[in-house]
């Protein structure tokens, strides 16, 4: 029954930013761990940032650590990714997911968003 919704992606280019949100319902957002993975072309499902329940704890992978920040808005229901100074490695479908682990790998989560398609391209 839990729903996420993600939004915000497009076509950027490199140097570029994005700010994609993620829109959950059907869970109490403020007890979930949230975080946005990404699969790119070929590629496997990577995490990318994460944030606890509370928001002390957060992830970044080290491949876009200083440039994109996760966030969560309790009122709104809804988790952000921030992302700044973006690369064509970047290229990819972000997905929002909740209830695994802070850092965790995709098998950790237990609810996930459709996704949304981030190409960074001239």
């Known amino acids: 029954q839990v729903q996420l919704v993600e939004s915000g992606g497009g076509l950027v280019q490199p140097g570029g930013s994005l700010r994609l949100s993620c829109a959950a319902s059907?869970?109490?957002?403020?007890?979930?761990?949230m975080a946005w993975f990404r699969q790119g072309p070929e590629k496997e499902r990577e995490s990318v940032a994460a944030?606890?329940?509370?928001?002390?704890?957060?992830y970044y992978a080290d491949s876009v650590r200083g440039r994109f920040t996760i966030s969560r808005d309790l009122a709104k229901n809804t988790l952000y990714l921030q992302m700044n100074s973006l690369k064509p490695e970047d290229t990819a479908i972000y997905y929002c997911?909740?209830?695994?682990?802070?850092?965790?790998?995709?098998?950790?989560?237990?609810?996930w968003g459709q996704g949304t398609q981030v190409t960074v391209a001239s």
């Open positions: 944030i606890a329940w509370n928001s002390e704890n957060t």
């Open positions: 059907g869970l109490t957002f403020s007890y979930y761990n």
């Open positions: 997911a909740a209830g695994g682990r802070v850092g965790g790998a995709a098998a950790t989560y237990d609810s």
